[in-house]
Structures are given as C-alpha cells and as structure tokens.
C-alpha cells in the first residue's frame, strides 16, 4: 500500500501561482509512475500531468496546462510536486495526487486512463477573476 498526502492548496487570483506537494509513504518501492489529476464541480476527473519516477522522469501534460505548469519529484523525498503558474479561473478544482504500481502499465497509459492505482484525499486550488 502506499499512502498519499497532498498539500499546497489555496485561493489566488488569475494570473497567480501555486506549488502542490503530493508525500508518498508506504511501499514506494513498487511505483514508478505519478500523476496530478482534478475535479471541478460538475465535470469529469480530468488528468493534468504526470512524471515516470521510475528514473526516466519523462512527464505528461494535458493540452488546457501545457506550458502553465510543471511536474517535478524529489525521488530523495518521495514527493512529487505540481508547480501552476498563470492560473486562470477554469483551473479551480479539487487537485488529487495519484501514484502506480509498475506492474499495472507504462506510466502514459495509466496517465490517459486515469487508471492509477493509489489516490490522495485532494487539495483544493480556487482561481478568482
């Protein structure tokens, strides 16, 4: 089992940026992939980026954040961040942290699946106008 915790939530105005921490405990040993994903009220869980912390570090983004955030990992820490710059209103939601087991897939199709096999409680990020 691994065990998640999200932390860096907030409310900032558009235009503003935050840092999500996802801390991973437990057998860590067995992952190799981590992702973000968030749900806004009324929407689909949407995936949002992901990071092969395998030793690759190959990461994933989906197209509405490309080039707005960035995933990282402190393999040292075994936490993965999530660092959202110029953040727009369509960005609030209740981010979600989430890590796989090596055995269930290649990081890109439990990513585009949304089929990880551990998920944090969430961190809730809201973007006023």
């Known amino acids: 089992q691994v065990q998640l915790l999200e932390s860096g939530g907030g409310s900032v105005q558009t235009g503003g940026s935050l840092r999500l921490s996802c801390a991973a405990s437990?057998?860590?040993?067995?992952?190799?992939?981590m992702g973000w994903f968030r749900r806004a009220p009324g929407k689909e869980r949407e995936g949002v980026a992901a990071?092969?912390?395998?030793?690759?570090?190959?990461?994933y983004y989906a197209d509405s954040v490309k080039g707005r955030f960035t995933v990282s990992q402190d393999s040292a820490k075994n936490t993965v961040y999530l660092q959202m710059d110029s953040l727009k209103p369509e960005d609030t939601a209740l981010y979600y942290c989430?890590?796989?087991?090596?055995?269930?897939?290649?990081?890109?199709?439990?990513?585009?699946?949304?089929?990880?096999?551990?998920w944090g409680q969430g961190t809730q990020v809201t973007v006023s106008s």
């Open positions: 989430a890590a796989n087991h090596w055995v269930r897939g290649d990081c890109y199709t439990v990513f585009t699946r949304k089929d990880f096999a551990w």
């Open positions: 437990g057998n860590t040993a067995n992952t190799d992939c």
């Open positions: 990071i092969e912390t395998g030793g690759g570090g190959r990461t």
